[in-house]
């Protein structure tokens, strides 16, 4: 099978980290979070976390340059997997042009989880996370079975700084205008596809899959 990146595009809360934890696991991908390294840094404490610290309690994004330089690790450290599935990277145009040179002969793909901001709202106030596993619920949809415990472990839940009503709406103002413009970008390379992220966890999985069953037959294609 034919090595490639895929990008999980969309808003926070579109359910990019629910969807590419699993999988990653499913299609053998590495999975890089920046959002998920990036606040490994901030509680550890080093010089990126404190560098990148207040810019995301304030929903902005951190510079360009630190960010790529971790993808850039990532993904040259990476190699002879079947390949990458990237979750909050690229944010914005210049984060997109750097990946292009990064990614070298990989074929790169955005498949974008499209959702209501309605619902958008629901599941960021609702997100809760276990500080000690790092499984993740949702007071709405997916509660612990103990209040504010989590299941597996016994620990109690937290809730993301950033989650907080007025920096989802900053989180949400930026997106459009730094990241939505990536549609177009991948849209004009004719590798991006859209899925309906509405629906629950496995409906919108099921379609997840299908989306990469597609890219994969069209590579295998185009190899022949
Ligand atoms: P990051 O962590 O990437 O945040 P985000 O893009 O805002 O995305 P989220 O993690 O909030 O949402 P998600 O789409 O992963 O949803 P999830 O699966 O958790 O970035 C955080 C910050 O880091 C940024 O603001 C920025 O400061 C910085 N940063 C990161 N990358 C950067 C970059 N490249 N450049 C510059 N700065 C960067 O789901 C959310 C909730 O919904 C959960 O509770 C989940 O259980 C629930 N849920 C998920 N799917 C469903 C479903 N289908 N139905 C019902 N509930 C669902």
Same mark, same amino acid.
């Given at each position: 099978?034919? #090595? ?36 490994? $840094? ?11 610290? @207040?810019?995301?309690?304030?929903? @902005? ?8 330089? =971790? ?18 990277? !690229? ?8 990946? $292009? ?34 499984? =993740? ?5 997916? !509660? ?10 016994? #620990? ?9 009503? $007025?920096? =989802? ?7 459009? $205008? ?9 849209? #004009? ?9 509405? @629906?629950?966890?496995? +409906? ?5 899959? +299908? &989306? ?8 295998? &294609? +185009? #190899?022949?």
């Amino acid at each position: 099978m034919t #090595s490639l990146a895929i990008i999980l595009l969309g808003p926070p809360g579109a359910g990019k980290g629910t969807q590419a934890k699993r999988l990653g696991r499913e299609f053998d991908f590495v999975h890089i979070s920046t959002g998920d390294i990036l606040r490994a $840094e901030v509680q550890k404490g080093t010089a990126l976390g404190k560098q990148a610290k @207040e810019i995301m309690e304030a929903g @902005e994004l951190v510079p360009d340059s630190l960010v790529a330089e =971790i993808v850039g690790g990532r993904l040259r450290s990476g190699n002879g997997k079947r390949g990458f599935l990237l979750d909050g990277f !690229p944010r914005n145009l210049v984060q997109a042009e750097y990946l $292009e040179g990064a990614a070298g002969d990989l074929p790169v793909f955005a498949i974008h989880i499209q959702v209501e901001e309605e619902q958008l709202f629901k599941r960021l106030t609702g997100r809760r996370h276990c500080p000690n596993c790092g499984r =993740i619920y949702n007071v709405y949809f997916s !509660p612990p079975e103990r209040e504010g415990i989590c299941n597996a472990c016994g #620990s109690a839940l937290m809730q993301r700084k950033d989650d907080q009503p $007025e920096v =989802i709406r900053e989180r949400l103002r930026v997106y459009r $205008e730094q990241t939505e413009p990536l549609v177009g970008f991948y849209a #004009s390379r004719d590798a991006y596809f859209e899925v309906d992220g509405n @629906e629950g966890v496995e +409906a919108v999985f099921e379609e997840l899959s +299908a &989306r990469i069953a597609q890219i994969d037959q069209s590579l295998e &294609r +185009a #190899s022949r």
